[in-house]
């Protein structure tokens, strides 16, 4: 009696395995991609990254913003002071138009006025950046300005800022451009109190560092250098 020759079936079930063996792990692996597709969903709505193809950005922060915002008007304030103690440590005195020079104390004693990441000129979601005005016959300069911006509009702020030797910071929205001497002042001046120190607005008190004119500073330093610009100081 002749054995049959099995070997034809057993090649069949060996394909059909195989067969089976490869759908099953095609499921597998489009379920990983799967779970990992909603894993990345997940992360762009909680705003920790946002996939390339994703097509929307995270609705923007409001109180994030506020707080961006007020810093930027305290950092401009910051400036001013920095830019009373370069002027009165400077010889000849002078302001600078560096946030650099600010930050190193460069032409200036060497002392910091600002700390690192203000004169790099960004913080806290703003760029900032000092511009000086036209030097005189000596070399100083008696006028400078420093504007803020946001780095994403609407993202990391709204409101624009500038401020200048005069101390008044002024503040809007620009669309996202560095602020200008345009701006209202801010906050208006109706809201804020002036007292007068030696002829100085209180603005220059409600800076970082109180200026408080000494005899002795009076005495060596022109009268033009004094932080607040005064009448003294034209605008070049």
Known sequence: ???????????????????????????????CSEKENQSAVR???????KRPDAGSSKKPDHQQMGKNEALMVNYLKTLAAAQTDYNNNSSPH?????????GSGNGAGRVRFIDPALSSGVKNGYTYSM??????????????????????????????????????????DTGGKPGT???????PPSREKHTTKRGLGSVCGDTARDYQATDDTAQSAPQKSMPCGGSSTSRT
């Open 1 to 31: 009696m002749k054995q049959k020759n099995t070997f034809p079936i057993i090649q069949w079930i060996g394909s059909v395995c195989i067969i089976l063996l490869l759908s099953a792990g095609m499921v597998l692996i489009s379920g």
């Open 43 to 49: 992360a762009d709505d909680s705003g920790l990254f």
């Open 94 to 102: 002078t302001y600078t138009g560096s946030l650099a020079c600010l």
């Open 131 to 172: 511009t000086a005005g036209t030097p005189d016959a000596n070399g100083s300069h008696w006028s400078w300005s420093a504007t803020a911006w946001p780095v994403t509009y609407k993202e990391t702020g709204i409101r624009s800022g500038y401020i200048d030797e005069t101390g008044i910071v002024r503040a809007g």
């Open 181 to 187: 001497i345009q701006l209202p002042e801010y906050p």
